[in-house]
Each structure stands twice: as C-alpha cells, then as structure tokens.
C-alpha cells in the first residue's frame, strides 16, 4: 500500500557532498555528478491552486483532475471553430493519439464512453506532405561541389518539377492542428 506523504511530511536536513570542481576563472564547473533529487518525485500528494488536497497520479502534476479538466476545456474552447466536411479524419483534443475516420467510429467511441458526441473535444486534422528538396541539400551544403560552381537551367527545372511533384505527394500521415469541431449526432 502507497504511504501517503505530502510536502510538510518530508524532513529536509542539510548535508554535505563532496565533488570534484574545474576551476575556470572565477567560474566553478562541478565535474561530479549529483544524483537527480528532486522533492517532486517523492511528494504522493499536493494542494491544488483551488485549496484541494489530491493524490498526483504523475510527478509534476499541479493541478487537481478537475482544475485540469478546466484548463483543458479553456484551451480547447479558445481554438478557432471551424465546419468539419465528415472526410477529413479528426483527433480526440487531449487524448493520447485517438483518431477518428468516420462519424461512426466517432458516435461508437462516446457509446462507449457513455457520453455524448457533442461532449467529444475534436480537432480538425491535416494531412502531412514531404519537404521539397533544395539545391544546399544535394551539395551537401556545398561541400560536394566547388566554390563556385553553378547549377544548370535543366537542374533547376528538374529540380523545381521534382519538389513541385514532392510535395503534393501524402506521407499518409494526419497531424491534429488547431481547428475545433463539434458534431451532432444526427
């Protein structure tokens, strides 16, 4: 069983360590390392900024679930509203990568969170696209090529007819962005 122990529980007392130091100048560079002892890591309970006593299910946790839960809310409210086109594939806001493809896998997640669709704080997602190529990038900065060397206009060409192609080409990969939605169940 967990031992409850909040911050006043702790006895802190002073002690000494002995470490190697460089001396650069009036500058001290400590050469031994100090074992990571961070109070945090061993406090189980914390006083909310709302005078609430929690249990911390995470080192660094500040905030009881439900002053966390509104600061989630906050954030999510404050992104920019937008219409969702029922195609492209939305992000559960503060979940850990909940993706969704279609209405039904969206209405079949709040079934079975038993809340409501329009509870669901969902973004819009974007498509992720390559990066086009530049000329630094083939030279290896330059380096493979010399000092003054220039490309030809055909190079130029290729080069601008292959980024131009490249970057309309998916990765096939979805990036949650900044654009809520919300959906009624129809």
């Given at each position: 069983m967990k031992t409850k122990l909040t911050r006043k529980d702790l006895k802190i007392v002073e002690g000494k360590i002995n470490v190697k130091t460089l001396l650069l100048g009036d500058k001290k560079i400590n050469l031994t390392p100090v074992p990571h002892a961070v109070i945090e890591n061993y406090i189980t309970h914390k006083n909310c900024s709302c005078g609430v006593e929690f249990e911390k299910r995470y080192t660094y946790q500040k905030l009881c679930a439900k002053c966390e839960s509104?600061?989630?809310?906050?954030?999510?409210?404050?992104?920019?509203?937008?219409?969702?086109?029922?195609?492209?594939?939305?992000?559960?806001?503060?979940?850990?990568?909940?993706?969704?493809?279609?209405?039904?896998?969206?209405?079949?997640?709040?079934?079975?969170?038993?809340?409501?669709?329009?509870?669901?704080?969902?973004?819009?997602?974007?498509?992720?696209?390559?990066?086009?190529?530049?000329?630094?990038?083939?030279?290896?900065?330059?380096?493979?090529?010399?000092?003054?060397?220039?490309?030809?206009k055909e190079f130029e060409e290729k080069l601008k007819e292959f980024n131009d192609w490249l970057t309309n080409q998916s990765t096939s990969t979805w990036f949650p962005t900044n654009k809520r939605v919300t959906i009624s169940k129809t």
């Open positions: 509104k600061k989630i809310q906050e954030s999510y409210y404050s992104l920019e509203l937008v219409e969702w086109d029922e195609k492209t594939p939305l992000y559960e806001y503060d979940s850990t990568d909940k993706y969704f493809f279609d209405l039904e896998s969206i209405i079949d997640y709040a079934e079975e969170l038993e809340i409501k669709v329009e509870n669901l704080n969902l973004v819009l997602c974007e498509r992720s696209n390559f990066s086009a190529i530049s000329l630094d990038t083939i030279t290896g900065d330059g380096e493979l090529v010399y000092e003054d060397w220039e490309p030809s």
